[in-house]
């Protein structure tokens, strides 16, 4: 099964995740995330299962900065109210594999 996120799509969880883990590694940290890597990493969030509660009053940006759970780097959500979330990249990259389409065959 084939994922989409956003513009992109992927053949396997895995390979979401790379191109997931490709962002990461490609942006400053606490700087807005723009062009291609901005539009995957919104259609990522829009997918994780909890977008609406971490989207709060509205988003502003997303960023990579260190994880609030270790050292390792992470995508945050910056609301326009300025207070900061994170998100989790598996969990949502997971949600984006069961999302089913309707298309036809």
Not at 3 to 31: M, Y
């Amino acid at each position: 099964m084939r994922i989409h996120i956003g513009p992109e799509t992927f053949n396997s969880q895995k390979d979401a995740r790379s191109r997931a883990s490709q962002v990461l590694h490609a942006h400053r940290l606490w700087q807005p995330i723009t062009g291609d890597d901005g539009a995957f990493v919104s259609g990522l969030f829009a997918l994780h299962p909890d977008t609406v509660e971490k989207s709060g009053p509205g988003v502003r940006c997303f960023v990579v900065g260190q994880s609030f759970h270790g050292p390792q780097l992470n995508l945050f959500v910056i609301r326009t109210d300025g207070t900061v979330d994170d998100f989790s990249i598996r969990r949502a990259v997971a949600a984006a594999a069961t999302t089913r389409e309707d298309t036809p065959s």
